[in-house]
């Protein structure tokens, strides 16, 4: 697949998820913008809540999925449009003269960082950008190590989704890969088998490294870059951060 056409499927494939999307837009509404969404990819998130009136600075590596995040934002109108501020980036490495009172990283993105030098940099670069009292919110998943061992290899099915502009349905299926015990890495392979009307299925595989961040490690690392975490929930609706928990999502300031 060329990178244009990976870029459009990502955003095709993750049009679905909108778990997190009540929680980044109430969050946003309450801190007001300039908000800076690290890591936007398409503007999955970005984009609504420019369509809420908040000017987003959307920031990602690749600058295909920043032409499909301009031209998603340009299908919802020119209001949309000219509140994102698409900025090609190193979430590790990046300045701007913009100083935001909400930083939000989404969708487990931290997690793509599998070094800890990576990992503070970026962290330090987040909070350099944040304004006075400003917040940064971010969710990653809530690891179940001996659940990845037990399923290292299985196909499990995620989610179906029918795409009725191409006559397609989408069947979503996930695998682990390896897991590495001392780096707390773990590669998985997503993929989309896309079956069109007549059964012809065409098939995506695409294969991730992650980070796997356990709690504590997470309370160390945000407090090696200079923040003091304000909340830490288990889910986007508040849920406690314990046993069950299928994310973990924080709202941190920086550190008196
Ligand atoms: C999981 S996706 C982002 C999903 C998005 N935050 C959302 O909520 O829909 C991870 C994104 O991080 C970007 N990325 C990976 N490493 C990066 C880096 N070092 N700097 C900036 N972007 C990076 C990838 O290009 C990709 O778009």
Redo the contacts with the bound molecule.
Sequence with gaps: MRDADAARA?AAE?AH?TD?LPLWRAVARERGGPVL??????G??AVELAGDGADVWA????PH?LSELRRLAGARGAHVAARIHAVA????DFSLDVRFPLAI?????LQ??TEPA?QLA?LERVRAHLADGGEFWFDVSMPDVADILDAMGLVRADAEHADPSMGERWLHSSWYEAYDPVTQTAAYCLRVDHVAADGITRTSVRRHEVHLYTPSELAHLLARAGFGVLEAWGGFAGEPLGDGAGHQVYRCGVAE
């Design positions: 990502f993750h998820y997190d969404d690290l890591g936007c990819a398409t999955r998130v920031l990602d590596g690749d999925m980036g190193d979430m590790r990283c989404a969708m487990n993105t793509v960082l990576d970026c």
